[in-house]
């Protein structure tokens, strides 16, 4: 069985996988850039292969706190994107690096 940088991905059973595959495109992960935004309808759950996108939760007083790193041994907004499709948090780029997106 190939090996997939992502280790979600990775760990499906082939049949699953390949059904999943041909919708997977790669993204660029640049430092910065915001994968969901809290509230907001999800479009893609990202499967990082490198890099590490960061989960905050916005303070109603303006600050953030960050809940969760994500990198290749994870998925941004999977849970959600399959149920209620509205992502709970900020994901941020915090180190640049590559990945898989899956339009939902």
Same mark, same amino acid.
């Given at each position: ?18 059904? =999943?595959? &041909?919708?997977?495109?790669?993204? !660029? ?6 994968? /969901?935004?809290? #509230? ?11 890099? =590490?996108? &960061?989960?905050?939760?916005?303070? !109603? ?6 809940? /969760?790193?994500? #990198? ?27 990945? /898989?997106?899956?339009?939902?």
């Amino acid at each position: 069985m190939p090996q997939h940088p992502n280790r979600i991905l990775n760990a499906l059973p082939q049949n699953i996988f390949a059904a =999943v595959q &041909s919708h997977l495109k790669p993204v !660029e992960l640049t430092f910065g850039d915001i994968v /969901a935004e809290t #509230g907001q309808p999800i479009e893609r759950v990202h499967f990082p292969h490198s890099g =590490v996108i &960061s989960l905050v939760v916005e303070m !109603e007083v303006g600050d953030m706190i960050e809940t /969760a790193m994500v #990198g290749r041994d994870g998925a941004v907004n999977a849970t959600a994107a399959l149920d209620g499709l509205i992502a709970l948090h900020r994901g941020i780029i915090q180190v640049a690096g590559s990945g /898989a997106a899956l339009t939902v």
